[in-house]
């Protein structure tokens, strides 16, 4: 047996359980983004010279603020700030705190015990379940949802339970479906409002229900809020932690990739209660050395001009009304969202006379191929597609045009529902 080949099984072999094993590697099951990559590849091999109509990607489509990027160069060539920041500088929790209190109506979060810098809410979402759960505890999460916190829930040994969101419950997670044994058994539970996929908004009123449950249950609210400022028609911004007791039960994670057009900068914050927010402090100490200190004074800045995100939604409000206008007029039942920069809609069961569309990645697939329209498919709690207002486009009049190009390739097609 040559060495490599020897390294090669020694190391296939040593691979942990919780990502296959000695059998990693070997899954032949494609990620559904995977999926939608090859898709995109195969439409423009096979349609060079037409355009691809990207609805499916879930970031921004413009850089940062010129304000914040000023900031960010000014405060890069200061050498204060070369080092490592641990846990955050001072000058960004006290902006996070007013941001709260100035955009969400949040009073009395003490930015030296109740704030702590991440990088980025996903890392953040990765590490909180090292804080509290132990093997056999559980986490229960929405589906359909971001599943990050339950990949290192299970990591740890712990069960994830999935609540479904669905329609009749205006995507709204039905607290009371949940089993007393579950609910007795459970650590934490994660919600994520504005939601993505599905666009719903919560309610103050639903804010109360999970606070009640919470403490009936003794379980630990897990609220992130990337798309939180990100809100339209009248709707002000809502934060968990404005909702009394809140604070006694759970934390809210906010980020700037979203709402300041920020995504590779990978600067968000963990804010509430004291002792959740100490722990997972601790436990991040020992994952990373904090973010950039020029970043997180840029990212200040940013906190402390929310109309920068205010101008952001008016553009991806604009463009829902746009997308929702056009898909309605070929048929589909689309509904404006309240927040978030996803549109979601149930796919079509077919074309009459012609194809049938057994799930959303039937029809997903379907757009990408034959029209180069690229979405979302989410089949967890049933048949849809996730449509995105990020997609590619200089001001208004290429706006329309986006959306005319849209109406023209799909006219030809009646959809049946």
Do not use: C
């Not at 436990?283 to 973010?291: E, I, L, M, P, T």
């Not at 486009?393 to 986006?402: C, D, L, N, Q």
């Not at 109406?407 to 529902?417: A, N, Q």
């Amino acid at each position: 047996m040559s060495t490599n080949k020897y390294q090669e099984t020694f190391i296939q072999t040593s691979f942990a359980d919780r990502i296959g094993g000695a059998n990693y590697g070997k899954d032949t099951n494609i990620y559904k983004f995977e999926k939608i990559k090859r898709a995109k590849q195969a439409a423009k091999k096979d349609f060079p010279n037409i355009e691809l109509i990207d609805l499916g990607v879930g970031e921004p489509d413009e850089m940062a603020d010129a304000g914040i990027v000023a900031k960010l160069a000014e405060e890069a060539a200061k050498a204060e700030n070369r080092g490592y920041a641990d846990n955050g500088i001072p000058e960004f929790k006290e902006a996070a705190s007013k941001y709260l209190e100035e955009v969400f109506g949040v009073k009395g979060i003490d930015p030296v015990s109740e704030v702590v810098h991440s990088i980025g809410s996903k890392p953040a979402l990765a590490m909180i379940p090292s804080v509290f759960i132990n093997p056999g505890d559980v986490a229960i999460l929405t589906v359909p949802g971001y599943p990050v916190l339950g990949t290192h829930t299970k990591y740890l040994g712990g069960e994830v339970y999935n609540v479904q969101l669905t329609k009749e419950n205006n995507f709204l997670p039905d607290l009371a479906s949940i089993p007393e044994e579950i609910a007795h058994r459970a650590k934490l539970l994660y919600l994520n409002y504005p939601n993505n996929p599905t666009g719903a908004s919560a309610t103050a009123e639903f804010f109360t229900e999970v606070v009640a449950w919470a403490k009936k249950y003794n379980v630990i609210v897990v609220h992130d809020a990337p798309y939180a400022a990100l809100t339209y028609d009248g709707l002000n911004p809502l934060s968990f932690l404005s909702v009394p007791g809140a604070k006694d039960v759970g934390v809210e994670l906010h980020s700037l990739s979203k709402s300041y057009n920020m995504t590779g900068w990978r600067i968000g914050f963990v804010a509430g209660n004291p002792l959740i927010v100490k722990a997972f402090s601790d436990v991040k100490d020992n994952n990373d050395s904090g973010q950039f200190i020029a970043i997180q004074k840029a990212a200040a800045y940013g906190l402390s001009h929310p109309e920068i995100t205010e101008k952001i939604a008016e553009k991806y409000s604009r463009r829902h009304d746009m997308l929702v206008d056009t898909l309605t007029e070929l048929g589909f039942r689309a509904e404006k969202p309240k927040g978030s920069f996803f549109l979601y809609v149930e796919a079509p069961k077919g074309i009459k006379g012609g194809r049938r569309f057994e799930t959303g990645e039937d029809f997903s697939q379907f757009l990408i191929r034959e029209k180069l329209i690229s979405t979302v498919p989410w089949d967890d709690a049933g048949h849809f597609v996730r449509f995105s207002v990020t997609f590619e486009a200089k001001g208004e009049a290429e706006e329309r045009r986006v959306m005319e190009e849209i109406k023209r390739r799909l006219s030809d097609v009646e959809f049946e529902f």
